[in-house]
């Protein structure tokens, strides 16, 4: 079993900055990718940063350089920088990762609120 627990959520103005943290703990060997995905009310979840075991990063249109996805692979841990925030971010930002540990895992976050104000 993977856990992860995302943190740093919460209620912001507009253009204003967050920054998301994922940890994860448990049964862990390696990490593969990590992402983060997020979910409006009334909509899908969709992807919004993807971030792979060696860096390389992939961003959703949307959030294209004003959020940056990063990882410290010897914590287990995923970051995103949110800046210049806009009303349509609002959402639940869930965290994801695949990798190996006592077998193949796939896990996903709680989720955490993100609000912006206009």
């Known amino acids: 079993q993977v856990q992860l627990v995302e943190s740093g959520g919460g209620l912001v103005q507009a253009g204003g900055s967050l920054r998301l943290s994922c940890s994860a703990s448990?049964?862990?060997?390696?990490?593969?990718?990590m992402a983060w995905y997020r979910q409006a009310p009334g909509k899908q979840r969709e992807s919004v940063a993807v971030i792979t075991s060696g860096g390389s990063t992939n961003y959703a249109g949307s959030v294209k350089g004003r959020f940056t996805i990063s990882r410290d692979n010897a914590k287990n841990t995923l970051y995103l920088q949110m800046n210049s925030l806009k009303p349509e971010d609002t959402a639940v930002y869930y965290c994801?990762?695949?990798?190996?540990?006592?077998?193949?895992?796939?896990?996903w976050g709680q989720g955490t609120q993100v609000t912006v104000s206009s």
């Open positions: 994801y990762a695949v990798g190996r540990g006592s077998g193949w895992f796939e896990s």
């Open positions: 448990g049964s862990i060997f390696s990490i593969n990718s």
